[in-house]
């Protein structure tokens, strides 16, 4: 399983260095060589790719000064690409922290609680109130009493940072929910897939797409042919029929959207039919 941020104050980079170790940079590569056409990937993927490799809606702007820093070209090569990921990782810690000293007007170090939710819509992000709430508290967990945090009204950068790194490695779920999905995953994956060999140390385990509606019943969901199909679309890349851990994660969080964005549309309609 992709491993989580240990504890508070986890450094993103060390994070995302502990999702599999080395794994990451073979995660990236995975993704470049899946969108690659003709040997190069093409700036119009870089969101999607961005996505895939593990950033929560990432910016186009970001994109496009990172992209400038690293070349003048439509493309980029696998090394070039791999330089912008790490850039783009760069630039959205950046912007980050720019973002929390707006909040942090004394200089503290520390923001209000009360202001956190302003500040995530600030750096894009919008997590449901209870995944949000579950961070806090284990946040204030592994808080000392003598801390500022233990009263759980305030955070530091630090923590901040951690509460980020935890959002977007659970892929905006709650931490039993994103457990939950990994059992799942592991329930129906396989290392046994076609031309490749079982005793493969590299072998990652995968899900056919011909059993993921199977999988979402199993879960509770119940998706029609249509939308699932564009879903794994979306995240089987190389259209091999076969699908990871992380592409299975990226997967459930559009499907989460997707009935937040059909639930909301219901209820605007039946709002304008009252009217």
Not at 204 to 219: A, F
Not at 242 to 266: A, H, N, P, S
Request: with cysteine; hydrophobic share 40%.
């Amino acid at each position: 399983l992709l491993r989580e941020p240990e504890s508070p104050g986890f450094d993103l980079l060390t994070m995302l260095g502990n999702m599999a170790g080395a794994r990451v940079e073979n995660l990236r590569k995975e993704v470049f060589r899946a969108l690659r056409d003709d040997g190069e990937l093409h700036k119009d993927d870089a969101l999607r790719a961005l996505e895939l490799c593990g950033f929560l809606h990432p910016r186009s702007s970001w994109v496009d000064k990172v992209w400038d820093d690293i070349s003048k070209f439509a493309t980029l090569s696998e090394d070039e690409f791999l330089s912008f990921v790490e850039g783009y990782a760069q630039q959205e810690r950046q912007e980050h922290e720019r973002a929390f000293a707006k909040w942090d007007v004394h200089g503290t170090g520390f923001i209000k609680v009360a202001d956190l939710r302003s500040l995530l819509d600030s750096c894009g992000m919008n997590p449901l109130q209870h995944v949000l709430m579950e961070v806090l508290q284990e946040i204030t967990k592994a808080t000392s009493r003598s801390n500022r945090e233990a009263s759980g009204e305030h955070i530091s950068w630090k923590n901040f940072e951690w509460l980020m790194d935890a959002l977007s490695s659970r892929e905006g779920f709650s931490k039993r929910e994103y457990e939950a999905y990994c059992i799942a995953f592991s329930r129906f994956a396989t290392r046994e897939q076609p031309n490749r060999p079982k005793n493969d140390a590299d072998l990652e385990e995968k899900i056919p797409v011909g059993v993921m509606d199977k999988l979402l019943v199993w879960l509770g969901y119940h998706v029609k042919p249509r939308t699932l199909q564009r879903m794994t679309d979306e995240v089987d890349l190389d259209r091999s029929g076969w699908i990871g851990q992380r592409d299975f994660l990226v997967l459930m969080r559009k499907l989460r959207e997707y009935e937040m964005g059909t639930f909301q549309k219901v209820s605007e309609t039946m709002t304008l039919d009252k009217m």
